[in-house]
C-alpha cells in the first residue's frame, strides 16, 4: 500500500477535556478542542514513511493534524497539547 506523507492513516476518537493551544510570538493564545487522535504517515530523514500520533483539533471550523496546520500556517505560532 502505498501511503502520502502528512496522511493520517488511522483514527480515534478522543476524551473530553483536551486542546491544541496555539501560543504567537506576542505571547497570546487560543485553545482548540482535540476531536480525535490520528496515526500519520511522515517522511523520515532516510526518505522512508515512519508514522506519528498527532491531536486532530477543530480550528476555523475545519479539522487539522498538527503537520497539516503547520504546513498551512508557517512555524510563527508554538501549539502543544493541554489540558483544558
Same mark, same amino acid.
Given at each position: 500500500?502505498?501511503?502520502?506523507? /502528512?496522511?493520517? &492513516? /488511522? +483514527?480515534?476518537?478522543?476524551? $473530553?477535556?483536551?486542546?491544541?493551544?496555539?501560543?504567537?510570538?506576542?505571547?497570546?493564545?487560543?485553545?482548540? $478542542?482535540?476531536? =480525535?487522535?490520528?496515526?500519520?504517515?511522515?517522511?523520515?530523514?532516510?526518505?522512508?514513511? @515512519?508514522? @506519528? &500520533?498527532?491531536?486532530?483539533?477543530?480550528?476555523?471550523?475545519?479539522?487539522?493534524?498538527?503537520? @497539516?496546520?503547520?504546513? =498551512?500556517?508557517? @512555524?510563527?505560532?508554538? +501549539?502543544? &497539547?493541554?489540558?483544558?
Amino acid at each position: 500500500m502505498n501511503i502520502s506523507t /502528512s496522511c493520517p &492513516v /488511522s +483514527l480515534a476518537p478522543a476524551h $473530553p477535556g483536551w486542546v491544541v493551544r496555539n501560543t504567537d510570538s506576542d505571547g497570546g493564545s487560543l485553545d482548540y $478542542p482535540i476531536v =480525535a487522535w490520528a496515526v500519520v504517515a511522515t517522511g523520515a530523514e532516510d526518505g522512508t514513511t @515512519d508514522t @506519528d &500520533v498527532q491531536p486532530v483539533f477543530i480550528a476555523d471550523g475545519h479539522p487539522w493534524t498538527v503537520i @497539516d496546520w503547520y504546513a =498551512a500556517n508557517g @512555524d510563527e505560532h508554538h +501549539l502543544a &497539547v493541554a489540558e483544558s
